[in-house]
């Protein structure tokens, strides 16, 4: 049972906290999409050397999840919270008065890190705050919130960086940060965690080590950080990289009308967060719900990416659907926290967490290389790299073989009351 009543307004307003700062994490984090024109120019660097500068924020993103997630469990939410905006402030900082390339990767390798506690604190504040019914509903509301931080931080951020500049921009990001510290210093309740562990550790004698190990252990964490890892790709490996070059290929569309694909996945999977969780109460199981959702999502994405007989309309509206059905991905967030005992939600969420992102570069190197191979060496009379739809769709039939696998995965969840929490 939890101790903390989930109606309290303090408890509300702590996790309302967690939520601007996640918001903020992917507004910050998808800030280098709109970019690569500026900065390319301004350096004079190729898009190879811009890559690394952007994709190297994942690097400790990754690693830190795990700690973060510890550190989160021995100390609570509201000190990470404050410590990591700030951190976020400091690294926007150092981005936006680069002189450098060096220096560039300092200020994301510091956003990286500070990012890390973004979406765990969320599971963090809402496992320990409030009763179990509530868990997949308020993950998914923090889901939905990061998918429009993530929008935030493209199309609205480059209009911003028109009227002022990069720089300014990067530097009104920073000042949001410090905004966000401030008000988490005055509001957060800081003893969301600290009456918790304290109760383990005299009942139980179970350290943040302990209920790492146990749930090291759990096989239902390994299915569930399997089924999530696999769930998140229709946004990480399609929506974020791929699907966009795709449509312009196949509708013979621009950029930005093409673009239209990757905000409706990001949208439908922010929706599908909070849906799934509606859905789940209905069934009284969130085993068959993700099991629903997932069959739903290969069908949907795969008539979306091979049907040529559809319009670009209808294509968008079943991308739009797919991203709806993968967002069911949340509930295996609230389904984890039942692998380890009470008390030890950001532990959990974090190696979730670690799991689902270290998907998401493995299989955006992954799909460009089968696009590479697929495309056999064809090159246009430039000797640029030409990459058709076939080609894509060639790369894409393992895309739709990870959803599959997710799919299958889902057989083998255990329902949360079912899962020995030891």
Known sequence: MTTTDGRNGAALLT???CWAFYLYVCVIRMEPSVLNNSIMGEFEITASTFGTIVSIA???YVIMQIPCGVILDKIGAKTVVIASNALLALGAFIFGTSDSVIQLKIGRLIIGFASSAGFISCGKVVTDMFPPSKHSLLIGVGMFLGCIGGIAGTAPTACLINVIGWRYTTFALAVFGIIVSLIAMRFMDGLDNKSKIDAVNTTSQCSIIDGLKLLMKNSQAWILGLYGALAYLPLGALAEVWVVPFMERRFSISTEHAAIASILILIGYGLGAIVAAKV???????KKTVALFSAATVLLFWIALNNDSIGFVTCLALLFAGGLGAGTNTIAFAMIYRCVPEGFGGTSAGFMNSVV?????????????LLDFFRNGTVDNNGAPVYTVDTFRGAFLFFIAALVIAF??????KESAEVNRK
Do not use: E, K, R
């Not at 789940?280 to 969130?286: C, K, Q, T």
């Open 408 to 413: 299958v995965s889902t057989l083998f969840i």
């Open 357 to 369: 992102m270290l998907s998401v570069p493995i299989f955006q190197t992954l799909l460009g290389m």
């Open 280 to 286: 789940a109460d209905v069934l009284n199981s969130g």
């Open 58 to 60: 994942y690097l400790p």
């Open 15 to 17: 996790l309302i906290v």
